[in-house]
């Protein structure tokens, strides 16, 4: 078997294609969507993350204004950087880059950004809404479900196993997958016998950011991965949590690493706020 | 195999004197914690509830007040009484009893609590804390958890399968036990393999409302269930998910109905009030 490969920058353009349409209409009713990242320290990530989100904002149209702070940034500073977003109708979506340095408590700064303008769906009421719906989800969440959806992939009443348990991929991806009727296994760092959920499970979606936890040994023949693990090996490379030649051989469908879902998630957070400037809030 | 019968009512003794000592500390300081049900209609489970609820709280000296509406009261009514309640420094939770009836949107109502007298975890917000905690979980999911911490059961690495999905039990119980480190597989009616599942699993948490469900087929041998169902058969018998005769005879530990789950629940929401008078808010 050689799976079809699921790349993530078809369904990346036709989203942002949507997002572009949607924000010019907005601008014919004067609103012009406008994104606030608020990231703190110039690591190489975070400057890769706002070039790639600032070139799409532009596709799409979008203003991306963003406040970098210096690593010893404080958590009032932040706060009322986010409390001036939260006053300000010109912004619509408010952005947390993370990783933020370590004096800062992330999950206090998440709280402080207002249900309709949480285009990344980490405040505890984006987090407890993501099955009722009315918030956004995380943004790499909503990738992984957006990629399934671009691939015509149903996951109802099938088995899926998430790996990793975060509030930024694993939990939500999980009750993503749950309001579409997948019977979901999380699994994580204390699961035993992890070869033998991944085994039986028609989905595996892994953020576990441990190369090769996903092989030829484990993955279920004819199965689906959608692999959201980021490593670099010591040679810069960015790796996956699948071997990607043997998911490939294995499986009948494979996301890759990179090219997969981080292809989706900055066009996420435009969707998102493109959504956020057209209805105030609204669920993904 | 005779399982050993994981009775409710020694872990709701145990936590209520609890409750009761720190209510009569509180005493002391002019605090006297006070519960605020409301309800609507007179219906016989709602009646018996309250009955119960109204027993226990003496036993813990916690006052209980209920604002018991009419079958065709208005969403504005109940909200009107929650803002009153928030208000209101002498409540310190706020209880919203279900079901309420259909012109009620149940979750707009529990969106009305605020988190720290939200004793029943019932808002998007609490939900969303449910691992991170600074909030209290559905009353049931803490029963699930009170009652396995009664019986020295460490769930870590443990697969457990959670049946249901429901905000009340199925999540808020799945998410607890993945903050305890177990590896944790939801099902619900859509669930193709529930047997599969259910016999790999070394803890099953039962809240379909489905009896008969767990049986003698499909239990794990020596497994641990906890049965949160509640249904009546035709005679008004009160019947959980498993047949409880073959359980006991294949699994080690096994939770009656009614005797197990359901003779903590009453008893967490006076324990979380208790909590909620001591401390603004306390996670469980």
Do not use: W
């Amino acid at each position: 078997m050689s799976a079809k490969i699921l790349y993530g920058r078809p369904a990346a353009s036709a989203i942002l294609k949507t997002a572009e349409l949607k924000s010019k209409e907005l601008r014919k009713i004067g609103v012009v969507p406008k994104i606030l990242v608020v990231a703190a320290g110039k690591s190489r990530p975070a400057q890769v993350y706002l070039k790639n989100l600032s070139r799409k904002c532009e596709e799409a149209k979008v203003i991306l204004e963003s406040a970098i702070f210096s690593d010893d940034v404080t958590e009032e500073e932040i706060k009322a950087k986010i409390a001036e977003a939260k006053r300000n109708p010109s912004i619509h979506g408010i952005m947390i880059y993370s990783p933020l340095p370590p004096q800062i408590n992330a999950d206090r700064i998440y709280e402080e950004t207002p249900l309709e303008k949480d285009i990344d769906g980490m405040s505890s009421e984006a987090q407890g809404k993501i099955m009722s719906g009315g918030a956004f989800a995380p943004c790499t969440a909503s990738a992984i479900i957006d990629l399934l959806d671009y691939y015509d992939i149903n996951v109802h009443g099938k088995r899926a196993a998430i790996i990793g348990r975060s509030k930024i991929v694993g939990i939500p991806s999980a009750l993503l997958l749950l309001k579409r009727n997948a019977t979901v296994t999380i699994c994580h760092t204390h699961t035993n016998d992890i070869d033998e959920i991944i085994k039986s499970s028609d989905i595996v979606i892994s953020a576990a950011g441990s190369p090769g936890i996903l092989n030829r040994r484990n993955l279920k023949r004819g199965g689906i991965v959608i692999d959201a693990g980021i490593s670099l090996n010591s040679e810069g490379k960015i790796l996956g949590d699948a071997v990607f030649d043997e998911a490939v051989e294995v499986c009948s469908m494979v996301s890759p690493v990179p090219g997969g879902v981080g292809a989706l998630t900055a066009i996420e957070a435009i969707r998102n706020v493109v959504l956020a400037a057209e209805n105030g809030k609204r669920s993904i």
